[in-house]
């Protein structure tokens, strides 16, 4: 059963970094095709892919947040770790941890999610 | 960029048979996928590759691509079902995944 878990500040000022890890269960990062992302929804409206990681380090960005954010993973750890820099009152969200296989369009398992608050 | 456009809201009544369509330039050629979401939770995968359903979801969710609009279709619709639906693609030109808007779904 794969399970993943988000985790990080529920609340942080303008300016600052935002830093979530999630941790995962079921699957691993070294195995060949895994990929975990991050998926956010500001209240009330639609999806967004930020940036996924896959197993042999190819990293994803959406272009309009690429300059802010980076992904990295901890295999050892069963960890991914997103920061996205300068934050923003727009970056306001909830933010869900996914796993997806390279050869498949779409994402079959999501965390909980952490919704996230940016305010001074 | 590619866009993916939903009605903002669909209405039906317990029992009969809801449409949620998705638009999006050549979508024809395009794989998509649907996501439900009740409030407060996780998106959940109900149709993926235009009409295949993954485990555990009922035979009433049913998906086609008819032309330019991809449609989710559910048939006998339950109290169960009120939720926000989401349609998916992966867009080649951007590498990258794009959702449409989201269609709520009112059980009368």
């Known amino acids: 059963q794969i399970t993943l878990k988000e985790s990080g500040p529920a609340l942080v000022k303008p300016t600052q970094t935002l830093t979530l890890t999630c941790t995962f269960s079921g699957f691993s990062l070294s195995t060949g095709g895994v990929g975990v992302g991050w998926i956010r929804q500001p209240p009330g409206k639609a999806l967004e892919l930020i940036s996924l990681i896959y197993w042999n380090d190819d990293k994803r960005y959406i272009p309009s947040l690429k300059s802010r954010l980076t992904i990295t993973k901890d295999t050892s750890k069963n960890q991914v770790v997103l920061t996205m820099t300068n934050m923003d009152p727009a970056d306001t969200a909830t933010y869900f941890c996914v796993h997806k296989w390279d050869y498949n369009d779409y994402v079959g398992d999501w965390g909980q999610g952490t919704l996230v608050t940016v305010s001074s | ?108």
């Open chain 2, 1 to 108: 960029s590619y866009v993916l456009t939903q009605p903002p809201s669909v209405s039906v009544a317990p029992g009969q048979t809801a449409r949620i369509t998705c638009g999006g330039d050549n979508i024809g050629s395009e794989t998509v996928h649907w996501y439900q979401q009740k409030p407060g939770q996780a998106p959940v995968l109900v149709l993926y590759d235009d009409s295949d359903r993954p485990s555990g979801i009922p035979e009433r969710f049913s998906g086609s691509k008819p032309g330019n609009t991809a449609t989710l279709t559910i048939s006998r619709v339950e109290a169960g079902d009120e939720a926000d639906y989401f349609c998916q693609v992966w867009d080649s030109s951007s590498d990258h995944m794009l959702f449409g808007g989201g269609t709520k779904l009112t059980v009368l």
